[in-house]
């Protein structure tokens, strides 16, 4: 784990002790499905490993999918604990389950997007078999993130919402003064804020700064993380913390 000492910013490196696979040489950032035949890989008594074990039991999950919700989950997990977890274009909602293995204290999880995988049942089946105190914890929605109702209890989480829709989940969660962590990607740079920063910092970083910004003046306080490059390019994390008025 590296910590700047000039901003404060943490980014944990691929190596991790929560995502250690003994050094073999197995690219995280994959589309490849985990099956079973990736077992020997995750040999551990570690929560991390005994989830990929789960993930390739079902064999229906892209490895990068695994990393990235993890590495979210134990992020977000630090700093927001219990309520409800609402995870938006969640599609096979392996973060909610992360979210919840990470931190019991939530009593349920919803995973919405418009088009669910049909799989997403056979990994919540393979989940629920290996924790059963995750059966009927968690609900999957077919719906649009504006029309889901969010509450100030809530932590919202979003890994990868394509565009405007990582904005739509900052503003859905500020609205309700809920918890919030987004890890955007596919920046449109034709839609996107980019607060006539351009010109000193690439687009998309331009975007992800300005939201952050944004995030704050909403009064929230702000966490600026990112996850290892070796999952995803598209690794910073964004978490807010409503600040409570005085």
């Known amino acids: 784990m590296?910590?700047?000492?000039?901003?404060?910013?943490?980014?944990?490196?691929?190596?991790?002790?929560?995502?250690d696979t003994r050094g073999m040489r197995f690219d995280p950032s994959s589309k490849d499905r985990l099956t079973d035949h990736d077992l020997e890989r995750f040999p551990d008594d570690t929560l991390f490993h005994r989830l990929a074990r789960a993930v390739c039991h079902a064999g229906c999950l892209p490895r990068k999918e695994l990393f990235e919700a993890w590495e979210t989950a134990r992020r977000v997990r630090?700093?927001?604990?219990?309520?409800?977890?609402?995870?938006?274009?969640?599609?096979?909602?392996?973060?909610a389950h992360a979210m919840l293995l990470l931190?019991?204290?939530?009593p349920e999880a919803i995973v919405v997007d418009t088009t669910l995988p049909p799989s997403s049942a056979r990994l919540h089946e393979v989940l629920a078999t290996t924790w059963p105190r995750l059966s009927?914890?968690?609900?999957?929605?077919?719906?649009?993130?504006?029309d889901i109702a969010l509450d100030s209890r809530d932590v919202v989480v979003s890994v990868?919402?394509?565009?405007?829709?990582?904005?739509?989940?900052?503003?859905?969660?500020?609205?309700?003064?809920?918890?919030?962590?987004?890890?955007?990607?596919c920046h449109?740079?034709?839609?996107?804020?980019?607060?006539?920063?351009?010109?000193?910092v690439d687009g998309p970083l331009a975007v992800d700064v300005v939201r952050a910004l944004r995030l704050k003046e909403q009064g929230y306080r702000i966490r600026t993380q990112s996850i290892a490059r070796e999952i995803t390019p598209k690794n910073r994390l964004l978490i807010g913390e409503p600040v409570a008025s005085s």
């Open 103 to 106: 931190d019991d204290s939530s």
């Open 188 to 200: 449109d740079l034709d839609v996107n804020d980019q607060g006539d920063l351009a010109g000193w």
């Open 2 to 19: 590296r910590v700047s000492a000039r901003n404060g910013q943490r980014s944990d490196s691929y190596q991790s002790k929560g995502s």
């Open 136 to 146: 009927g914890r968690v609900t999957f929605v077919s719906a649009r993130i504006e």
């Open 78 to 95: 630090r700093v927001c604990r219990g309520g409800r977890v609402v995870d938006l274009g969640g599609g096979h909602g392996l973060l």
């Open 160 to 185: 990868h919402a394509c565009g405007r829709l990582s904005d739509v989940v900052l503003d859905r969660a500020a609205t309700a003064r809920a918890r919030v962590a987004v890890l955007p990607c």
